[in-house]
């Protein structure tokens, strides 16, 4: 091997995660040639170190839950959970942070995979540093995807370097289950851990610094969420904020603005996400290092004609499947740009642009209870000029709920557009509502009319029968 080597694809893709293993899926199939350019894992965030562990976390916390809610069964469920057994099965489903896995799908669709430090070296090039120290340049004849994802921010805190903190890397990855955790945010991420770690065996502090948790959702998510994990025995401080850290004899300390001091075995930020572009070589292209890219519906950054950015890094929707669907889109996109074909045009499937990360996003929070919502908050609806009604319901009005759960809690709400007599979102709150978000993401994807949702009987006994009561409570009131 010769110290700097020179290959020509018709795409490069920088960064191999769920993002950009979907762009090269996509421009494969359409018979471009494909470079993946990857520093860490082919995988990525999420399958190491984000949904596919923290979900393996969860999932037997929500299990246990569930069954205690069940009359025969709570008898059963009252003891700890093995938390050996909890984190063996979270290794298994990160595959012990191997990618043979996942490398060998990346050979199968036929794309080459260069390991190491990509970085732009100009127009259409990027040069990657492997272990080695070798260089190579790769230079892509139609387009450059940039798929890097985000890090997790942390505070500028006295002391904080000293105390080692986590980030949600770390929460997902260790190996132990501390005694004593505190978590600073009120977020998905610190939501999920907390929800996670409690049931794990751990003493959970929640400081928030805002009004309460889950903030970018209706205000009734946040508060179900945090009774129940009170509940559970976590403390969840409100309106708190973290002045300083350190660690004595090896435990945390923490002092809030309010001057008080919490203790703790391991402390855990969830307060951020910056994008991965300081060192991936913007400025040779005539961008601002450590930045968003700011994109259009094709994904093309703003200003160029070969420039790709995809996923979190472009800020969008900082959500995996949303980061997927845009990678969809622009796989479709470059395929067609490279064959001359004109995009962004009428297209019946919308194939060429990205409109799902405008207006009708889903997301679940894996707490219990689950939080799940597509669209519009009421408050957002609103202040985007929307005339609009929300429309609540106990989710305990459905029939299938009390199926489900002895004492089945949460709540419904559907943002109905009183102009368009659509729904700009819906937010459930309730034990297993993460199955139900996606009947939402048809109606307001679709901009289905209320008078046609109304003829979309749901099956009885089902939870999904809310929907019914939703649309009564709209008609009768």
């Not at 957002?380 to 299938?400: F, I, L, N, P, T």
């Not at 939402?440 to 929907?467: D, K, M, N």
Request: hydrophobic letters at 45%.
């Amino acid at each position: 091997m010769t110290e700097t080597e020179t290959n020509a694809y018709d795409v490069v893709v920088l960064g191999a995660g769920p993002v950009g293993e979907n762009v090269a899926d996509r421009t494969r199939a359409a018979g471009l040639s494909t470079a993946v350019v990857e520093s860490e894992l082919v995988g990525g965030e999420c399958s190491y170190w984000a949904c596919i562990p923290s979900k393996a976390l969860l999932r037997p916390a929500i299990a246990r839950a569930d069954a205690r809610r069940v009359p025969g069964l709570r008898q059963s469920v009252q003891g700890p959970l093995d938390a050996a057994a909890v984190l063996a099965h979270r290794n298994y489903y990160t595959s012990d942070w191997h990618d043979d896995g996942a490398a060998t799908w990346l050979d199968g669709i036929g794309a080459d995979l260069y390991r190491g430090k990509g970085r732009l070296t100009g127009p259409r090039t990027v040069t990657v540093t492997g272990s080695d120290g070798a260089e190579r340049v790769l230079t892509a004849r139609h387009a450059v995807a940039v798929c890097t994802g985000t890090d997790a921010v942390l505070p500028d805190l006295p002391g904080l370097a000293e105390v080692k903190p986590w980030t949600s890397r770390n929460a997902t990855s260790a190996q132990e289950v501390p005694g004593r955790l505190v978590v600073v945010g009120g977020g998905v991420v610190a939501t999920e851990m907390a929800t996670a770690y409690q049931a794990l065996g751990s003493k959970v502090t929640l400081l928030v610094r805002g009004k309460g948790l889950l903030p970018r959702m209706e205000p009734f998510a946040g508060e179900l969420v945090a009774e129940a994990l009170a509940e559970a025995g976590a403390e969840v401080r409100t309106g708190t904020s973290v002045e300083s850290v350190a660690r004595e004899n090896g435990t945390v300390v923490v002092m809030t603005g309010q001057g008080d001091r919490v203790e703790a075995d391991e402390i855990l930020f969830a307060t951020g996400r910056k994008p991965r572009t300081a060192d991936i070589g913007l400025e040779t292209v005539g961008l601002e290092p450590g930045g968003w890219l700011p994109v259009d519906d094709s994904m093309l950054v703003s200003g160029s004609t070969w420039l790709y950015a995809v996923g979190d890094v472009n800020h969008r929707a900082l959500l995996t499947h949303q980061g997927k669907y845009q990678a969809r889109i622009a796989g479709a996109a470059i395929a067609a740009r490279a064959s001359g074909v004109p995009i962004l045009e009428t297209d019946p499937w919308g194939a060429h642009a990205a409109t799902a990360d405008h207006h009708a996003v889903p997301q679940v929070v894996f707490t219990d209870p689950e939080a799940a919502a597509v669209g519009l908050s009421l408050a957002e609806a609103e202040q985007a000029g929307h005339r609009v009604r929300a429309v609540d319901v106990e989710m305990s009005s459905a029939s299938g709920a009390g199926l489900y759960a002895d004492g089945y809690r949460g709540r419904a709400r559907m943002v109905v557009d009183l102009n368009d007599e659509i729904l700009r979102g819906v937010t459930f709150v309730g034990p297993g509502v993460g199955e139900l978000i996606h009947s939402a993401t048809v109606a307001v994807a679709g901009q289905v009319p209320i008078s046609r949702l109304w003829h979309a009987v749901p099956s009885f006994p089902t939870i999904s029968e809310v929907w019914l009561r939703l649309l009564e409570a709209y008609r009768d009131n």
